[in-house]
């Protein structure tokens, strides 16, 4: 039985094999919708989700299966005390495969250990989010026609947004990416980060401003500040606005550059981006239901 813990669990090999059953997907919905006839997803959400959730539930609807679970530890029997292992054991009796998302690191993987069925880590507090790396390289892959020869901005959050951590850890596996970091200096990428970036001479720099990196990128990857992570009201008011992409910050872009954002923006990106042809996130999202179909028939050896 497999989970997904990391983007890493996935060979390169295996990935394009599951973005190729993506891509398949997105072309041809009436055959896989119902794939997964008489199987049931779990979603044990502890922890707010709107995008990942329900982009699961449409995901595993669309493939002809059903969906039970929780999307606020409150009303779950956490707020009785009990463990995720425990948890897990009694879900395993429910469901043929569960998604998970946590506000403690690590979690979704104690979960696996005592599971029956596999568990998909749908983010585990600041640490890791692979469906949504997969959900961003499927749409590079789509996008820019390959995963590799290009320079990457990610801005924003950089220290708490678990999807840019998960995101340059898949990355890295792939070849001639240049890495530019732009966050203030509070929320630069955590050291383990840029320790195994240098481990492995892989080039990167970090920035302050996005106008003086704007020119050279292929992609762009916004990201919100993390609230839910600060220790304190004062910082996050006082970061929260650092980056506004608008129109005119744009106008020093290529033209085919790519904008993505994992979702919910809230002022990171002015509106009035949304109409430029190179923003790319609502499509993302979209992707984001391919690839967690293409996830589950995986998972499920149904593919
Ligand atoms: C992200 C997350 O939950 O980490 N959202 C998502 O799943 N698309 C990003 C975020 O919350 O900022």
Redo the contacts with the bound molecule.
């Keep these: 039985m497999r989970h997904l813990m990391s983007p890493l669990d996935f060979t390169t090999q295996e990935l394009d094999k599951l973005f190729d059953l993506a891509g398949d997907i997105e072309r041809n919905p009436g055959k896989y919708a119902h794939a997964c006839d008489g199987k049931i997803l779990a979603t044990c959400f502890y922890e707010p ?1 709107t ?2 959730r329900l982009s699961f539930e449409s995901a595993m609807t669309r493939l002809g299966g059903r969906v039970i679970g929780f999307s606020d530890a409150n009303s779950s029997s956490a707020a009785k005390g009990e463990s995720v292992s425990d948890t897990i054991r009694v879900i395993s009796c429910y469901a043929d495969i569960c998604a998970m ?1 946590h506000p403690k690191e690590g979690a979704p993987m104690v979960a696996a250990e005592r599971s029956g069925i596999p568990v998909i880590n ?2 585990d507090g600041g640490h890791q ?1 692979p469906t ?1 790396t997969l ?1 961003d390289l499927l749409t590079i892959r789509s996008l820019k026609g390959s995963l590799g020869g290009f320079t990457i901005g990610l801005c924003g ?1 950089l220290k708490f ?3 840019v951590h998960s995101l340059i850890h898949a990355l890295i596996r792939y070849d001639n990416i240049r890495y530019l970091f732009i966050s203030p200096e509070e929320l630069r990428v955590p050291d383990y980060i840029t320790d195994m970036l240098r481990g492995r001479g892989i080039p990167f720099r970090e920035v302050i401003r996005l106008e003086d990196v704007m020119p050279d990128l292929d992609l762009l990857y916004m ?2 500040v ?1 609230k839910e992570r600060f220790f304190n009201e004062e910082d996050y008011v006082r970061l929260k606005d650092f980056y506004i992409l608008d129109a005119q910050k744009l106008a020093r872009a290529k033209d085919d550059m790519l904008i993505l954002h ?3 923006r809230v002022n990171e990106i002015s509106v009035e981006v949304d109409d430029d042809p190179r923003a790319a996130y609502f499509k993302q ?1 979209q992707y ?1 239901v391919y690839v967690r179909m293409a996830l589950i028939l995986t998972l499920l050896e149904l593919a």
Aim: positive net charge; glycine residues 14%; proline residues 10%.
């Design positions: 989700s995008r990942t998302r749908a983010g989010h949504q959900t959050d947004g678990r999807t990201t919100r993390q994992p979702l919910p999202a984001g």
